[in-house]
């Protein structure tokens, strides 16, 4: 089902004190609000038990990378079912820093997804292209190939635990961001390519990421192809994350 999300990304960041006062200002903080918005928080792995311990029922908690395998001798991995056994809802995959740092190819993210879907999360594919893709005009084509690829595999009745992030790498802690119509653009057109391929394409929602912030969030949110976003930097500082969460219209 369509809904709003807000997504907190801390990367390689935190601590089990960020764990106890961020969660617990934030979810003190949304539980007044009233723009139907589901946040989540998607620390490092170490620390998902804190951060649900902090959750209550105000906030869903996701892993940001799983591995492509059941389990076995994979020395450092996590699987999709490990954090759906801790109670985790979500997981982000493809995010451009393990596809650049990590080298995940289109082939792995697409076993991951399957991975994640199986384990019955929520799957939040991350797609995004290069600068020089987009100086080169191959943004919506690099993006929709992306989305084909990672979601390859997906089966009728598993589109509803799909989300897509579009997050151009070119924004991703730069503090550059793109306008809210090229965002949407982009929303636009991936939404034609999940229904191209048979998915309830107005059904899935689609968050846009990339330098977030208090600021700008709410002329994003307010594209009608945005349905929430993937907040980087802006989700380590409790009170800029909360007013991102209070940018989400109530009509989307
Ligand atoms: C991210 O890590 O997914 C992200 C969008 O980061 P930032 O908001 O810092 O650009």
Not at 195 to 208: R, T, V
């Amino acid at each position: 089902m369509r809904r709003k999300i807000v997504a907190g990304n801390w990367k390689m960041n935190g601590s089990k004190d960020l764990a106890q006062t961020l969660v617990g200002f934030v979810r003190s903080r949304i539980a007044s609000l009233d723009n139907g918005v589901e946040v989540v928080i998607i620390p490092p792995a170490i620390y998902v038990g804190d951060v649900i311990g902090h959750a209550g029922d105000e906030l869903s908690v996701g892993v940001q990378n799983v591995g492509q395998w059941g389990s076995g001798a994979y020395t450092g991995e996590i699987s999709a079912e490990m954090a759906a056994d801790q109670g985790c809802q979500y997981a982000l995959i493809g995010h451009s820093e393990r596809r650049q740092i990590f080298g995940e190819t289109d082939t792995v993210v697409a076993e991951k997804v399957e991975r994640v879907l199986a384990g019955g999360l929520y799957a939040v594919l991350c797609v995004g292209e290069t600068l020089q893709d987009r100086d080169a005009g191959d943004a919506e084509a690099v993006v929709a190939s992306q989305v084909r690829a990672g979601l390859a595999t997906v089966a009728p009745d598993q589109w509803q635990r799909v989300i897509v992030a579009y997050e151009p790498v070119w924004a991703i802690g730069t503090g550059k961001t793109a306008t809210a119509q090229d965002a949407q653009a982009m929303h636009a057109s991936i939404r034609g390519v999940l229904s191209e391929m048979g998915a309830p394409a107005d059904e899935i929602s689609l968050l846009y990421g990339g330098s977030v912030k208090a600021d700008n969030a709410a002329a994003l949110f307010a594209e009608p192809d945005i349905d929430g976003g993937l907040i980087g930097g802006a989700s380590l500082i409790a009170e800029d994350f909360v007013s991102i969460c209070r940018s989400v219209p109530a009509n989307i």
